[in-house]
Structures are given as C-alpha cells and as structure tokens.
C-alpha cells in the first residue's frame, strides 16, 4: 500500500513540476496586481512542498495505519482492471461503429463474465438499460448518439 | 415578510406538473442512490448532471436538490434494515437503527426515521428561507478582500475537517486548485497549461465529477464486489407509520437534532457526517437513559436524521447568499450554477431570485413529497435497491460515457472522465478526499478574481486583507482554526501514545 501512495505522491509532484515550469511563460505579476502566472506557481510550490513532505513521512513512519493493508486483493484487482480496460476499449470502438454497440458489448461481457450472471439476464439488462439511455439521451435530449 | 412573497413566487414557478414529476423522480433517484453503499450525494447529483442540459434552469435545479435531498433520505434503508450504511451519515442511524430491526421494530424505525427527516429538512428549510435574505444583505457590502478571505476559508475548513489526514486534504486542494486555472484567462487574454486545443476553455468540471464520483466509486465497487443481502423483510405500510405517542416521544430529540444539524450544516466543511456524530453524541448527553444508546434507543435514530436532513438546507446558506460551498454536494451545486449561466456570490438573490427562490421552493416540495414516498413506498425501494444493486456498477459506467460524450458531444471529455476516474479510485484507495478537490476545482477561478480585484482596490498591497475589519476578522479566525486544530491532533497524539 505505502509504495502505491508513494507513485501516487510522487505523481502529484511531478504534474505539479509540470505546472510550474509551464507557468513559467506566463507573467506573474501586472499593474497594480497580480498576472495569470502568479497563482500557479505559487499553488505549485505548495503543492511541490506538500509533496515532499508527505513522501518524507512515508518513509520515516514505519508503522503508519495503512501499511499493512494490502492495496486490493489480485482477484478484486483483476476484476477492477479489466472492466476498465473493456471500458477504454468500448470507448475507442465508439468511434468506428457509433456508441450503442460497444456499450451492450461492454455491459454484456462486464454481467456475464465479471459479475456472473446468466447469458440471458445479461443481454437482457444490457439492451433494456442501453435502449432507455437512449431515448432519455437521443430522443429526449437531443443529443447526437450514433447507432453505427 | 418578503421572504413569504418571494417563497410563495417560487412556487408559482415551479407547480407545473412537468417539474412535480422531475422533483419526485430525482427524489426517488437521490433515495436509491443514497441507499447504495458506495454511492453517495455527489455521485447522484454528478450522474444526473447530463439529464439536465435540455431543461430550463427551474426544473434543473429541482431536479439536483432533489437528488441532494433524496440521498439524505436513502441511507437510512440499508443502515437500518442491514446495518450497512448507505453514505457516511448513515454510519450513526445504523448504531441503533438496526438494534431497532433485530427487535422487530424495522418498520417503526424506518417510519419514525422518515419522519425525523422531513422535520429535519423542514427546519433547516424554514431557517433558509427567512436567514437567507439577511445573510444576503449583509454579503452585498462585503467586498473583494472579504470574498477572498471567505474562499480561503471555505477551502481551509474543509481541509482542517477532513476524517483522515490534513496533509492530504491540502495537497488535493492544491490540486484542484491547479486543475481549476486551466484554460483561458479572461482578465489578461492567456491561455494557461492548453496543452491540448480542447484545453483552451479549460477542463469540463462535469467531467471531473463523473470521473471522480461515477467511475472511482465503479472501479472500487467492482473491485470489493459489494453485495447487500436485503434479503425479503415484509413489512406492513401501517407498521411505517407512527402513533401520536411515539412522534410525541421523539419531539425533542428531533428539535434538538434539526437545530444541530442546521448550524453545522452553514459551516463549510462540516456536513451531514460531523453533524450526525454531534446530534448523537448531544442527544446520549441530555438522555435519562444514555445505556439504551447503541442497543436501540429511539432518540439517538431520531436526532440523527433529523441533524442529517437538516445540514443540507444548512449547507445551502452559504451557498445561496456567498457563492461559498462547504462541501462536495454543494461544490458540484455551485458548478451547477456557473453551468446555468448564473453567478453565485452575494448579488444571485438580487439578480437570479426568482430562480434561486424557485430552487428553495422545489426544496420544500421535495421535502414533502420524499416524506410521502419514504413511508408509503419503503417495500418498492426495497425491491429496486435489491435488483438495481446487482446491475448497478457497470450501469453507472455506461451512463457516465454518455453523460460525459453529451457536454460537448465530443469524446474529449470521455478520456478526461476515465483519467479523473482513474484519479478517484487511487484517492479512495489512499483514503485522498474527494470534497477539497472538487472545492478547489470550482472555487478556483472565483478565488483569483476575488483575489485580483482586492488588490487593484488596494494598487497591490496586501496590507488589504488586514486592514479591512471584516477580512482582518476572518484572517484572525482562520489563525485560531489552525491553532485549534493543531492543538486537537497533539492531544489525540498524546492520547494515542
């Protein structure tokens, strides 16, 4: 758990690196105030300065509360992950064959292989729910949902 | 008596059917989804967000404070029938709520519960109404350098008030603090961190929000694989409803509770959670009987609804008559309002009345018809809580995508909500809040102006901010808070030790 929080901290300070030597083009100060660059620098070097303190801290606290928690057990992990990744992949094929395909496909493979249900519940569910997103989306809405 | 005549204008808005069925449903929403474990206020209101877009600002605004309302409601199902909270402030309903269950008093619980509630929101509602127009009196003569101090305030407190640590709380503030001054800005004509053409106009708060609270909360639910067994208690509706003597028992526990729930409602920061601990820890004091307290005393279950449902109108104070948000829920509120194209701060009830008194109105019949449908409805929510929970988690990520894909119809927005879902499910691992982070995003633009204008007042100098009595008040205040809270964590560490 601690080294994931440390990748974490660590990738707070370098987006907040980022910021800061972005806002470098910036001004930082204007006339009788202050220029669009004075407040990200100095949010960054707090943010920089936190950073370090809470990454110091994890390394001196030997024994902090969520050190022997484990991050997520390799099964829940897993299931986590993939029903992400299908989900980026779902997102990707939207714009090849429109939005409603890759979002049944997505739901169906989530309720039968992740969750376990039976084929039959899963499509089920899957096409209902997909069919009232899009008459509240689409028709209701307006907005410009794709079939394919 | 104004307040009357603009409340009753509100309603004259707002009693369309089109806006009844809109309240009603995002208070049935706001139930289920409160009454889900690992969905909580900022998540209803986040995936309701996108459903708003064609509606007029009335009936947008019902339908958020709906949700908002509805969710307070909802976690009380699943704490009392399961004794497995719904959200947060359900935590101290379940302690003896489900006591109450296990001795056959389910249905009385849940009925003397939703009663508790709706006297809670009704209070804090009523002191909305007449507290607001003062509150926004005084705010009109307040100028930039209060404003600011008052944002830094806002910000702070929620970070001072975080459950775990403050270190952390800070650095998402800085955080989204960071996130929020992305894209143009309009005083100077620069364009900041556009790394991306889509950037320019910075990032969609909406999207933050779905990611955060729609997807995070997905990734870690189907990670845990929550399941709730409500199994299939039958209840009788009479069983829901309480007798005279029983409502006569629980007046002064739920009074007591509103008022709680009302004044920690208005501090930023604070919230239903802090506001449920106090009303139950004040209500164990001031019982004959504190031994019942844990084992089903009906007192403690009462108070703390009433303190729960309560601190939402409470929250909507500051909101209302500053542009200030004291918590997640509201936060998302307020972008809700910038959304609108309204602009919150001190001049929205004297520019945007009729819309902010219609929101207040569509709060009270929220309030009414959420009281109706939580004792005659609880065997339905039952039914829905069972079915929708199995499904839940993948539905919700599919309504996110759409939801998402529908701000600009662009799929932009889709990849910056699966980045900050990405983002929220590492925070909740890491026990990160969500709250300072979406109060930073939304507050950060208001800030800097704030924080412009007082020093183009002052030609620079920042003796602005102390010489001004009531921005040298809150600087003092926000001295004291800090000393406060640093001497609170020594003595827990000296306690620990």
Redesign the interface.
């Known amino acids: 758990?601690k080294t994931?929080?440390r990748i974490?901290?660590s990738l707070?300070l370098i987006?907040?690196i980022i910021?800061l030597y972005?806002?470098r083009s910036?001004?930082a100060g204007?006339e009788?105030?202050?220029?669009?660059?004075f407040?990200?620098k100095c949010?960054?070097y707090?943010?920089i300065l936190?950073?370090i303190?809470?990454l110091s801290?994890s390394f001196l606290n030997k024994k902090s509360a969520?050190e022997n928690e484990k991050?997520?057990d390799r099964k829940?992990?897993l299931?986590?992950l993939i029903?992400?990744l299908l989900?980026?992949l779902?997102?990707v094929l939207?714009?090849f064959i429109g939005?409603i395909i890759p979002?049944i496909l997505?739901?169906v493979i989530?309720?039968r292989f992740?969750?376990k249900?039976s084929t039959a519940s899963s499509i089920k569910?899957a096409v209902f729910?997909?069919m009232i997103?899009y008459a509240?989306?689409r028709i209701?809405?307006?907005?410009?949902?794709q079939i394919i | 008596m104004g307040a009357i005549q603009d409340l009753l204008s509100g309603f004259g808005d707002i009693l369309t059917l089109y806006n009844i069925v809109i309240i009603f449903s995002g208070g049935l929403f706001g139930t289920i989804v409160g009454a889900l474990p690992g969905l909580g206020p900022s998540a209803g209101i986040a995936l309701m967000i996108?459903?708003t877009?064609?509606m007029p600002v009335n009936s947008a605004l019902c339908l958020l404070c709906g949700v908002y309302m509805g969710t307070m409601y909802g976690g009380r199902l699943t704490a009392i029938l399961i004794n497995t909270p719904g959200d947060a402030p359900a935590i101290m309903t379940a302690l003896d709520g489900y006591p109450l269950m296990k001795q056959g008093k389910g249905g009385l619980a849940l009925g003397l519960s939703a009663y508790s509630s709706f006297i809670g929101g009704t209070f804090g509602l009523i002191i909305l109404v007449f507290l607001s127009p003062v509150v926004s009196e005084i705010a009109v003569k307040f100028g930039a350098p209060e404003y600011f101090m008052l944002m830094i305030v806002g910000l702070y407190t929620i970070s001072l008030l975080t459950e775990g640590s403050i270190?952390?709380a800070?650095?998402m503030s800085?955080?989204g603090?960071?996130i929020g001054?992305f894209g143009s800005?309009y005083?100077?004509g620069?364009v900041?961190?556009a790394?991306t053409p889509e950037l320019i106009e910075g990032i969609d708060f909406v999207a933050i929000i779905m990611g955060l609270y729609g997807?995070g909360e997905?990734?870690?639910n189907?990670?845990?694989?929550v399941r709730i067994n409500l199994g299939k208690p039958s209840f009788n509706v009479k069983e829901f409803i309480p007798d005279r003597k029983s409502l006569k028992n629980v007046t002064m526990p739920v009074l007591r509770g509103s008022a709680i729930g009302t004044a920690i409602g208005i501090l930023p920061g604070a919230g239903g959670t802090i506001a449920t601990f106090l009303a139950y820890a004040a209500e164990k004091k001031a019982s004959r009987h504190p031994e019942k307290f844990g084992k089903g005393a009906v007192e403690g279950l009462v108070s703390v609804e009433a303190a729960n449902n309560a601190s939402v109108p409470g929250a909507l104070i500051p909101l209302i008559t500053m542009g200030i948000p004291g918590s997640g829920g509201t936060a998302i509120l307020l972008g809700s309002l910038i959304m609108y194209g309204l602009r919150p701060g001190p001049l929205l009830m004297t520019e945007s009345g009729d819309i902010v008194w219609a929101m207040i109105a569509g709060l009270i019949l929220g309030n009414i018809l959420l009281f109706f449908s939580n004792i005659l409805l609880i065997p339905m929510f039952i039914n829905i809580i069972r079915i929708a929970q199995?499904?839940v988690?993948?539905?919700v990520?599919?309504?996110c995508?759409?939801g998402a894909?529908?701000l600009n119809?662009s799929?932009f927005n889709?990849?910056v909500m699966?980045v900050f879902?990405?983002i929220g499910?590492?925070m909740k691992?890491?026990?990160?809040p969500s709250g300072s982070l979406i109060l930073s995003v939304v507050l950060?633009p208001l800030t800097?102006s704030y924080?412009?204008q007082a020093?183009?007042i002052s030609?620079?100098s920042y003796s602005i901010f102390f010489t001004r009595p009531v921005s040298l008040f809150i600087f003092v205040l926000l001295v004291l808070m800090t000393v406060f809270t640093c001497f609170k964590n020594s003595s827990k560490e000296k306690v620990k030790k």
């Open positions: 758990m994931g929080e974490f901290i707070n987006f907040s910021i972005a806002s910036l001004p204007a009788f105030g202050i220029g669009p660059g407040l990200p949010i960054s707090f943010s936190l950073s303190i809470l801290k969520v991050f997520a829940g992990f299931r986590m029903t992400f989900l980026v779902a997102i939207m714009r939005m979002l997505f739901l989530v309720f992740i969750e249900y569910v729910s997909v997103f509240i989306f209701w809405l307006g907005v410009p949902i | 996108p459903l877009f064609g270190l952390k800070l650095l800085f955080f603090f960071q001054m800005d005083v100077s620069h900041r961190f790394f997807i997905v990734l870690i189907i990670e845990k694989s199995k499904y988690s993948p539905l990520a599919a309504l995508v759409i894909f529908a119809y799929f889709v990849w699966m879902g990405i499910y590492l691992k890491f026990k990160y950060a800097e924080f412009r020093l183009m030609r620079g």
